[in-house]
Nanobody, 124 residues
Framework: QVQLVESGGGLVQAGGSLRLSCAAS????????MGWFRQAPGKEREFVAA????????YYTDSVKGRFTISRDNAKNTVYLQMNSLKPEDTAIYYC?????????????????WGQGTQVTVSS
């Protein structure tokens, strides 16, 4: 089992930046591919970004490409999501997730472990 705790959310003006962190504890962190998802009110949870076990390969949904960067530090058991040029439509609860299966990295069902989420609100 792995436990995930997100931090770094908050209120920011459009065009601003935030960095989310997700600290993992429990089983060996490098055994997991890591992802970030978000869920806005009344909408389904959607994929934002993901990284493979080493951080050498990263994946993004189209709407955040060029603005968001996912990275991981296996020595610190932490995955990050740097969010720049934030837009009001980025407002959501952001969830960190860990996958120990080999399913599609963009699908929520691939991930067996989830954090509690952190709120990101972008004002216009």
């Amino acid at each position: 089992q792995v436990q995930l705790v997100e931090s770094g959310g908050g209120l920011v003006q459009a065009g601003g930046s935030l960095r989310l962190s997700c600290a993992a504890s429990g089983r060996r962190f490098s055994n997991y591919r890591m992802g970030w998802f978000r869920q806005a009110p009344g909408k389904e949870r959607e994929f934002v970004a993901a990284t493979d076990w080493s951080g050498g390969n990263t994946y993004y949904t189209d709407s955040v490409k060029g603005r968001f960067t996912i990275s991981r530090d296996n020595a610190k058991n932490t995955v990050y999501l740097q969010m720049n040029s934030l837009k009001p439509e980025d407002t959501a609860i952001y969830y960190c997730a860990a996958a120990d299966s080999l399913g599609l990295i963009t699908r929520p069902y691939t991930y067996g472990h989830w954090g509690q989420g952190t709120q990101v609100t972008v004002s216009s």
